[in-house]
């Protein structure tokens, strides 16, 4: 709804977080080969990417701090994949709330709605390509998701 914002009033914080301008909030992540971004009018959001290449490397020492309902996951379904998408739900989840990621990785992600500080905050993936993951994380309903592609070089001045 506001026609006069463009990428130029997007900033970082001190801690390299992104800024949205006034009224809106919203996430920007991503991995070597695909950047994504969220958009909301009010409330709380957040957003992962990551790629089932990486997982290989850390399900081993992060899945031990997962729930125990995810760790049955991981072991019932493709393991990498299943890290991949409970990774990028946690993530997504950490920007949404402000809460650091030692205090969600023990919060299951495996609903799409969980409590966490008293305050319900809902959940969707998708898969972007063969390899790509996307979370997104937010408190406010409803929120109608809509997924767009563009190429980079629209984007570029």
């Known amino acids: 709804g506001a026609q006069d914002i463009s990428l130029r009033d997007l900033g970082r914080?001190?801690?390299n977080s992104p800024t949205v301008p006034h009224p809106f909030c919203g996430s920007?992540?991503?991995t070597a080969e695909m950047v994504v971004a969220v958009?909301?009018?009010?409330?709380?959001i957040g957003i992962d990417i990551e790629s089932d290449k990486l997982a290989p490397l850390h399900s081993n020492r992060i899945c031990t701090f997962f729930s125990d309902n995810e760790q049955l996951q991981l072991k019932d379904q493709n393991e990498f994949m299943m890290f991949t998408y409970l990774w990028t739900r946690k993530e997504a989840l950490v920007?949404?709330?402000?809460?650091?990621?030692?205090?969600?990785?023990?919060?299951?992600?495996?609903?799409?709605?969980?409590f966490l500080d008293g305050r319900?905050?809902?959940?969707?993936?998708?898969?972007?390509?063969?390899?790509?993951h996307c979370a997104i994380a937010w408190d406010r309903r409803p929120l109608q998701l809509h997924f767009r592609m563009l190429n980079f070089s629209t984007l570029a001045p």
């Open 95 to 114: 920007k949404a709330t402000g809460r650091s990621l030692d205090e969600v990785l023990r919060q299951s992600v495996l609903r799409d709605r969980v």
């Open 28 to 30: 920007i992540s991503h």
């Open 120 to 132: 319900l905050w809902h959940l969707r993936s998708r898969c972007l390509s063969l390899a790509h």
């Open 39 to 44: 958009a909301a009018p009010s409330g709380s």
């Open 13 to 15: 914080r001190d801690d």
